[in-house]
Nanobody, 122 residues
Framework: QVQLVESGGGLVQAGGSLRLSCAASGRTRNTYAMGWFRQAPGKERDVVAAISWSGGSTYYADSVKGRFAISRDSEKNTVDLQMNSLKPEDTAVYYC???????????????WGQGTQVTVSS
């Protein structure tokens, strides 16, 4: 099994920045593509950004392009999400996820973290 733990959430004013980090432990050799999702109250969980195992391919939701950046350190088994120019509509619980198979883009993810709250005040 793989355990994912997110950190870095919090309260920030609109226009500010936050950096989320996700640390993977356990059978990390079984983690390939990794992604960040978010879920706002009353809404579905949506993908925000994803990165392939090599880091050579990335995906961003249209709503965050140009503002968010995903990166990974395969030696440390971490994936980060740098969030700039935050908006109130970015408020959500952010989840880290990992895929256990070598494929891109992943149609689904096998491992999930518990989530970290990001609140952007106007």
């Amino acid at each position: 099994q793989v355990q994912l733990v997110e950190s870095g959430g919090g309260l920030v004013q609109a226009g500010g920045s936050l950096r989320l980090s996700c640390a993977a432990s356990g059978r990390t050799r079984n983690t390939y593509a990794m992604g960040w999702f978010r879920q706002a109250p009353g809404k579905e969980r949506d993908v925000v950004a994803a990165i392939s195992w090599s880091g050579g391919s990335t995906y961003y939701a249209d709503s965050v392009k140009g503002r968010f950046a995903i990166s990974r350190d395969s030696e440390k088994n971490t994936v980060d999400l740098q969030m700039n120019s935050l908006k109130p509509e970015d408020t959500a619980v952010y989840y880290c996820a990992a895929d256990s198979r070598i494929r891109w883009p992943p149609p689904l993810y096998d491992y999930w973290g518990q989530g970290t709250q990001v609140t952007v005040s106007s």
